[in-house]
């Protein structure tokens, strides 16, 4: 990995994980977020009598 321990390795990679769970979890919360004002606004449209 380029470090200069597996100390500063296990470090860096603990750290990512980290950075990337919290990425992920931020973007599952958008996308729910997202999902639930499609509903809503899906619910909340007039209905076309053609």
Known sequence: MG???DRAALIYQHATR???????????AR???ERKNDEER?????????
């Open 42 to 50: 899906s619910a909340d449209a007039p209905v076309s009598r053609s």
């Open 18 to 28: 980290d950075a990337d769970q919290k990425i992920a979890d931020a973007l599952s």
């Open 3 to 5: 470090h200069d321990s």
């Open 31 to 33: 996308v729910e977020a």
